[in-house]
């Protein structure tokens, strides 16, 4: 059966609604950033750009580096963003949009987050890689889906029982990146861990201005977490739901960060400019080699 116009909205020009994308227009091969002007720093490096958009925060650029044709995508800030980019991106290869029917064969597409994120862990210095192994979802985004098939109870319900976690809160998800791309982006330069996505910047993160906290503790909580050699490296608000939404529909996801800021020293690099351009250049050879 056809999917409802109302659940698959798509442009006057045949494209789908929020991204403004048709299947030509993007790779197989995705880089995510956060900000929109993000992507020209990551494009600039093309040996040529065949196509560029934008619709609201959400900007796309696909062109040729290394000889491998890449898309990258701003997907703004936060996991509902990540929920739009994500299903709509699958739309674009998997559904066939003209029958608004479901392909019978499947592609899968790589995706690699490339972000900044302040490090949790003392022993994790500013101007450093991360490589979230996991995924650690505190946002509740994805409990609108059926997960029980790719989250992780054990770890679960250890972080669970160590933060004393409120139950008024969504419950905790812990997801697994994608194997294949983290052996392709990993070397001496990089830290490995498990990154805790908020549902915001402020309270979630553990951040105060004029409003209390319902639990001014979690941030230690968090960073004393440890569970068989994992913990949480860094907090940021995408990781877990591209992680979440990738397994499901079958694509490889992986996120590295840029570490600008130390919460635990209170250190915040002196050029964060140049770190993040660092972070682009040696994702963009790592998945090209």
Do not use: C
Request: proline share 4%; glycine share 6%.
């Amino acid at each position: 059966m056809p999917i409802k116009e109302s659940e698959l909205i798509l442009n006057p020009d045949g494209s789908v609604y929020h991204l403004n994308l048709k299947p030509e227009n993007v790779a197989s091969t995705i880089i995510f950033v956060g900000d929109q002007d993000r992507v020209e720093k990551v494009s600039n490096h093309f040996e040529s750009i065949e196509f560029k958009t934008q619709k609201r925060e959400f900007k796309t650029h696909t062109g040729i580096y290394n000889g491998i044709r890449i898309s990258v995508i701003s997907t703004g800030i936060g996991p509902d963003n990540i929920d739009i980019v994500l299903n709509e991106l699958d739309a674009l290869f998997n559904i066939d949009l003209e029958t608004r029917t479901p392909k019978e064969q499947l592609t899968t597409l790589d995706i690699i987050r490339i972000g900044t994120s302040g490090s949790l862990q003392k022993d994790i210095p500013v101007d450093s890689f991360v490589i979230s192994e996991y995924g650690l979802d505190l946002n509740g985004m994805l409990h609108f889906y059926q997960i029980d098939t790719i989250n992780h109870p054990n770890i679960e319900e250890a972080f669970i029982k160590h933060t004393q976690w409120n139950k008024v809160k969504a419950t905790p998800i812990v997801l697994k990146g994608s194997m294949s791309l983290e052996k392709k982006l990993e070397s001496s330069k990089t830290f490995k861990g498990m990154t805790a996505t908020a549902g915001g910047f402020y309270g979630p993160q553990g951040r105060v201005l004029r409003l209390s906290l319902q639990d001014p503790k979690l941030n230690n909580s968090i960073d004393t977490f440890y569970f068989n050699g994992l913990r949480v490296t860094n907090l940021e608000m995408e990781t877990s739901a591209i992680y979440g939404l990738s397994k499901l529909l079958g694509h490889n996801a992986l996120s590295i960060n840029a570490i600008i800021a130390n919460r635990a020293t209170g250190n915040f690099s002196e050029n964060p400019r140049k770190i993040i351009e660092e972070l682009i250049v040696y994702t963009l050879n790592k998945i090209t080699e």
